[in-house]
Every structure is written in C-alpha cells, then in structure tokens.
C-alpha cells in the first residue's frame, strides 16, 4: 500500500516536470530590437541585395539625435549594413565594381555622403576605415511620406532608398 501511494506520488511529481518543461518551450520567440532584413532588387542587369538590421525609432529623436549629424553611422544597428551587386553599377554618376561593401553613411541637415567601402564584415564603425572605401557620393534627404517606425532598405529601378523616422534617401543607381 505504502509503495503504491509512492509510486502515484512519484509518477504525478514526474508528469509535472514533464508538463511545466513543455510549457516553458511553447514560449513565443520574442522579437529582437533590431531585426536582421534584408531588400532585393534589379537595377538594369545587375541583382542588389542590401543586408541590414532593422532598428525602431521607439519615441527617440533619430536624424541629430541618435544617429549624430556629421559622423560615420553604420547604416542599420549591429553589424555593418552590406550592399552587394553582381554586376558594376554606376552610383550617382560614379563607377562601383561588382561586390560587396560596407554600406555607410554620414548624415546632415542638408546633406549626406553616402560611403561603399571594402571591408564588408565590420561591427558597427567602430574600425571603420577612410582609407578602405571604394566608392564615396554625396545625396540630398528628403521628407519621408509617412513615419516608419523600422529603418527600411528598398531597391528601385531608380536605386536605393533609405527610409527611417521621418526621412528617406535615394542614392540613384544606373
């Protein structure tokens, strides 16, 4: 009797692990602040893909604010953005060879230059390197159309546009 009532004891203690393991594993997955995306597109003959993490604005002033006028941003959060092209390109009327490159920028009020450099797989700008860049052109921001919360890459038969906050920039791809 006594070995039974342990035995019962025992077997509903072992279901109840059992149980509450599998539970915890139903778990969602929860969103990570800055998703990794990813945009495609042709331009003409060649295949662009731009690589990038996805950061929120989350109430935060981004352009002068977060993202500091006049220095090197990385393009995305995380690693370094890559923008890869399988054909030459010409990028705001300047030559840029097949590859893949380190996509940055440096924004202004007015301005931005917009940076491909050679060494693809960097974290962040924290060892960016000038002398490193392939390729370096100068574009104009404008208003976004709505906010968008998620920075966002797009691909166009007319280029590459980035949207975040309240601004967006078409860097013109031929």
């Known amino acids: 009797m006594k070995n039974l009532r342990l035995f ?3 077997l509903l203690l072992l279901v109840g692990i059992l149980w509450a393991g599998h539970s915890q594993a139903q778990d969602a997955p929860k969103e990570k602040p800055s998703p990794a995306a990813t945009a495609t597109g042709k331009i003409g003959k060649a295949t662009v893909t731009v690589a990038y993490s ?11 604010g977060l993202v500091p006028y006049g220095q090197v941003w990385r393009a ?3 690693e370094a953005t890559t923008f890869t092209t399988d054909q030459p390109l010409m990028v705001e009327g ?4 097949a590859g893949t490159y380190a996509l940055f920028v440096i924004p ?19 060892k960016y390197d000038e002398k490193q860049d392939a390729l370096r052109v100068t574009t104009t921001p404008r208003k976004a159309p709505s906010m968008a919360e998620r920075l966002v890459y797009e691909v166009t038969p007319q280029g590459l546009i980035l949207r975040w906050e309240n601004q967006e920039v078409l860097v013109a791809l031929k």
Request: proline share 5%; hydrophobic share 45%; net charge positive.
């Open 8 to 10: 019962r004891v025992l």
């Open 54 to 64: 996805s950061p929120a604005v989350k109430g935060r002033a981004i352009w002068g």
């Open 76 to 78: 995305g959060a995380n």
């Open 94 to 97: 300047k030559a840029l060879p």
């Open 108 to 126: 202004t009020e007015k301005q931005w230059t917009v940076i491909f450099n050679k060494t693809a797989k960097q974290w962040g700008a924290f």
